[in-house]
Structure formats: C-alpha cells, structure tokens
C-alpha cells in the first residue's frame, strides 16, 4: 500500500512516520516536504520536494505525486496544509480513488480558532474557557471584572504556546486592548490537576477509540505523558464533545480540569504531537484509520497500557553528496542516512 506523508519534517509529520514504521502492515512510505534539509525527507521510502501550501503550484505537485506514485491514503503532516487539503478533497479523492485524512472545512475552522473553540463549547453547554476578543474592550473589562486577574492572552490562530501570555496587571490588560492585533482573552485554568491530551478517532458520527494522557510541556510540545487507572475518568464528555463537533477522522483536545471537570482549550482536527506517544500505550491511530479507510477494518478502543512515556531525540547524518542529488532531482529514491539510537 503507497501512503502519502505530507510536512514530513515537522513534529507532526515525523510522529506519523513513527507510527507507519511501527505498524506490523508493510506500507510504502512516499514523504513531501518543501525543505530538502527536513530530516522527514530520509525517514521513508521516496521523498518528494514540493512547494509550500499557500504557493500555487502546491496542489498540482500534490496530485503529480498521487498519480505517479499511485497513492491510496494521502495523510497530511502540518496545520497550515490543512485548509487546502479540505477545499480540493473530493475533487482529489474523485480523480485518483485515493482517500485524504482530512475533516471538514467547519471542523478545521473551529479547531484553528481559539475563540470559535470556545464559542463552540459554550453554544453546546460544553465546559468552556470563559472568553473575550481584545476587539472587544468592554467585553475584556467584563470578564476581568467577573474573574479577575490573572488572565491569559494568545492569538486565535497560535499553536504551541507562541504569542502565550499571562496577563497579572490591568496596565498590561489595557494595553493589549488598544490596539488591533487577533488576540483572544481566556480565563487562567489551573494546572493542579495536570493537563490532559485526548485523541480521538471519529466515523460515522461515533467515537471509534480514544487515548486520554496527562502530559508534561517543554517549549510548547509535549515530553512527557502519564497514564494511569483513572487517567480516562473525563473520556465520556471529551467523546460527547468529539462527535457532537462532527469530526470524520482523528481529533485532539487538549485541557484542564475545573471544578471537577474538563475544559478544553485546544482542538487539533487532525493526528497530534501525541499521535507516536498514545501507540506506545498501545493504539496505533495511524494503522487503525488506513486500514479502515481502504480494507474496511473496524475500529475498535483497545486495551492500553500503564505508564510514563518520555521523549527523547535520535539523531540522522546524510552525506552532502546525497542532498545534492535531492536538490537537483527534486525527487530522492531510497533516501540513505544513517541513524543514530541511544542503544546500539
């Protein structure tokens, strides 16, 4: 089977490669990245350079590498590619009988939005961040009035903490709230009962499997998860909130806990950083989503393990001559690196 792993250097993408790799199917793994220096390039079995999503020829090389490469699943490894997978799915999937793991444009819209995430929750009496636009001053003073301080500040469209800001002063509140700029004001949630991430995988309007971790941050990305006996306590409300969302393939959510219950502040619609860590506890999302897709193979919630999963970094070296070949081809047969794990 030809898979298709876009973004193939990113976090994300890498996690997906991981999981291709640790599957026991033998899947022909074609990446696509724009960076020839994107280490995701060498983790497959050919690699493709192509043009950044927003460039016009994006799609095209996209649907050349379909067709030649005879793709059957097209798995997309980076957020920003999300919308232009969502416009040109059906067409794409019509042209070459190949299947896109994408949601829809209304998920993605909602997930990529801070404030429409928390519109969505409160709209459909979810647990919610309470929340104001900084276009909104009124509204801002409002919820500083009803909560007070501290507040959080980030852009409606930021991942992985960028642009995070804990606001401790109303000098600081005020400033935030002169001037126009795509922030959203949440309340503060507090971190004593740990932070969560769940990953979900929804078909047919119903919630096939999950994996709830606790997780530890660095830099904004997860090092560190957790799982334990009652780690899925809170999995009937993040299932409830998966399916009523309408999500068609894997979604992540990410919270904390409040009054005894969870409020989501994050929504990716599509596989997360913690797509590799939730195989390790012994669900493969990436596995169970391809071979639903084209050999129609249930899905169905495993029995998972207990423990602590940390991260750690393995290193690739590429000779100078092999990138050379890249750059100039476009195209990369066989990549060859050589890996370096921590135990020989």
């Known amino acids: 089977m030809n898979i298709l792993v876009t973004g193939a250097g990113a976090l994300l993408g890498q996690g997906i490669l991981r999981c291709l790799r ?19 390039n060498w983790l497959g079995d050919k690699a493709y350079i192509i043009p950044i999503a927003k460039d016009e020829a994006y799609i095209p090389a996209i649907e050349r590498i379909i067709s030649e490469e005879r793709i059957e699943v097209v798995l997309v490894g980076t957020d920003v590619e999300l919308p232009k997978f969502a416009q040109f799915k059906e067409e794409i999937e019509s042209k070459y009988s190949t299947r896109i793991v994408i949601a829809s444009p209304q998920v993605i819209d909602i997930a990529n939005n801070k404030w429409l995430t928390a519109e969505f929750l409160r709209i459909n009496n979810f647990p919610y961040p309470l929340s104001a636009l900084t276009t909104d001053k009124d509204a801002v003073m409002s919820l500083k009035s009803q909560i007070g301080l501290p507040l959080i500040a980030k852009p409606v469209d930021g991942a992985r903490s960028v642009g995070f800001e804990i606001i401790k002063s109303e000098e600081r509140l005020n400033q935030i709230t002169s001037y126009p700029n795509n922030l959203v004001v949440q309340e503060y949630l507090s971190d004593d009962e740990g ?13 096939k499997a999950i994996v709830t971790l606790k997780r530890d941050l660095r830099d904004g990305n997860t090092y ?31 919270f904390r806990i409040k009054g005894g219950l969870p409020v989501i502040f994050e929504i990716n619609s599509r596989f997360s950083g913690t797509t590799p860590l939730r195989c390790f506890y012994g669900l493969n999302e990436v596995e169970a989503i391809i071979e639903y897709l084209v050999n129609e193979k249930e899905i169905k919630q495993v029995v998972l393990k207990e423990g602590i999963v940390m991260r750690a ?3 690739i ?15 990369l047969d066989n990549p060859n690196c050589e890996q370096f794990s921590f135990r020989p």
């Open 313 to 315: 970094y393995s290193d």
């Open 224 to 254: 560190r998860t957790y799982r334990e006996a009652d780690t899925n306590k809170y999995d009937h409300i993040i299932i409830a909130i998966a399916e009523k969302l309408g999500v068609n393939g894997p979604c992540n959510f990410q």
């Open 317 to 331: 070296m590429i000779s100078n001559n092999e990138i050379e070949n890249f750059r100039k081809k476009g195209h």
């Open 195 to 207: 932070e969560y991430t769940s990953g979900c995988i929804v078909y047919e309007g119903k919630c």
């Open 22 to 40: 640790l599957s026991e199917n033998k899947y022909r793994v074609i990446t696509a990245d724009p960076n020839p220096l994107s280490s995701g």
